[in-house]
C-alpha cells in the first residue's frame, strides 16, 4: 500500500480504538455494578462471565479462519457491532440468560477485533508492526481508562440505563469510522470457501505458537481471576471504596499502559527475556496487592502491574505472535493462539466466584500466583535470530521455526 493508504488506515484505527476504547471502559466499570446492584451472587457472576467467555472463544476462530479467505473488514465490523448490541441490551433487562447474552456480545466485540487487529496492521503495514499495534493498543487502553473515570459519573447522573446507552453510542460510532476510513490492503472474497469446522479447530500449529498459547491460556486463568467482575467489587467490598473511588482506580489502571506508546520500540531485542521478566513482575504484584492492607497503598502497588508489566509484554508477545504465524494462515493461526488463551477466561472466573466466598482478598492472591506462572512455557520458546527480522516482517513470518 502507499504511504497515504498506510497512513490513513492507521488513522482509521486509532479513532476507532479511542471511540471503542471509551465503550468498553465505560461497559466495563457498570456491569459488575449492574449485577450487584441485581442481587446477582459471586457464584452466578462467574457462571455469566465463564459462559460468554466460552461461546467467543470458539466463535472467534472461526471468524479469524474465514477472514484469510474472505476479508478482514467485514468480520472486524461485526464484532463492533455486536459490542453496540451489548450495551443497548444490558440496562433493558434483568433475566440472567439475557444478562449472559449481553455479556457474550461484549466478549464478541473484544475477540474479533482482537484476533483481527493486529492482522489489518500486519497486512498494511509490516514493516511498522510493532510500533503500530503498540501505538494503537495503548491507545485503547487510554481511552478505556477514560471511559471507566467518567462511568461513575454516568451513573451517578443518568444511571445505568443512560450510561449503558452512551457506550452503545460509541461503539456506532467507532462502526461508522471504521467502514468508511479503513480500505483493506488485501482483495476480500478473493480465497475461495470459507473453511469447514474441522479446519478452523486443527490444532496444526508451528511449536513456538503451541508454547505462547499455553502461555496464554495460563496466564488468561490467572488474569481472570482477578480481573473480571471481582475487580470494582474488591477494592469496593474490602476497603468500602465509592463508586467515584473504583471508577478513579479503573481509569488509572487503563490509563497505566500509557508506555504502550513508546514500548513497541524499545521492545526490539531479546523479546523472550522482556516476555518472561516483565509477566513475572506483574504475578507479583497482583498477589501482592491483594495481601496489603488499605486502600491507597493497594491501589498504588497494584496501577504498577500494567506500567512494568503488560506493556512492556504485550508487544513482545504480539511481535513473537506475528512472527512465528505462516502468511497463508495468518488469520486462523493468530486466532487459534488468542483463542486458546481465551479459554482460560472460562475457568478464572468460576475460580474467583469460589475464592471471594471464602475472602475477597483471595482471588487476588491465586491470580497473581497463576499469572506469574505462565513464563514456563516461554522458556522453551527460541528468540527469533535478529531483531530487525521482526521489525520488517522478515523471512521468518513464511516457514515454521522450532522452539
Known sequence: MGSISVRLNFASLIIVAVLFGLSIGIYDLLFPYYLDDLGVSFTSMGILFSVAALVIAFASVYIASASDVRGRKDYYS???LLGSLSSFIAPLFTALPILVVSKTFREAAVNFRASLHGVLIYEFARGKFADFWAKSRGIEYLSEGSGQLIAGFLLITIG??????????????????????????????????PPSIR???????????????ASAFIFAVGLSVSHTFILPLFFAKKFGATVGQVSLILGLHRISFVPLLISGRVVKYSLKRVYIISMLFEGIVISSSGLIPGLFLSAAIWLTHDVLGASIWLPAQA?????????????KDVSRVRAIGALGWIFGPLIAGWAAQVSISLPFIISGIIVASSIVPIIFVRDPETAPELRIGGPGTTRTRKA
Open 78 to 80: 461485526l464484532g463492533i
Open 160 to 193: 445505568f440505563t443512560g450510561s449503558f446507552f452512551m457506550a452503545g453510542l460509541f461503539f456506532v460510532a467507532s462502526l461508522l469510522v471504521f467502514t468508511l476510513g479503513f480500505r483493506e490492503a488485501r482483495s476480500p472474497g478473493s480465497g475461495g470457501s
Open 199 to 213: 479446519e478452523s479447530f486443527s490444532l496444526d500449529l508451528p511449536v513456538p505458537l503451541i508454547l505462547l498459547a
Open 319 to 331: 511481535s513473537l505472535i506475528q512472527h512465528y504465524a505462516r502468511n497463508e494462515f495468518r488469520g
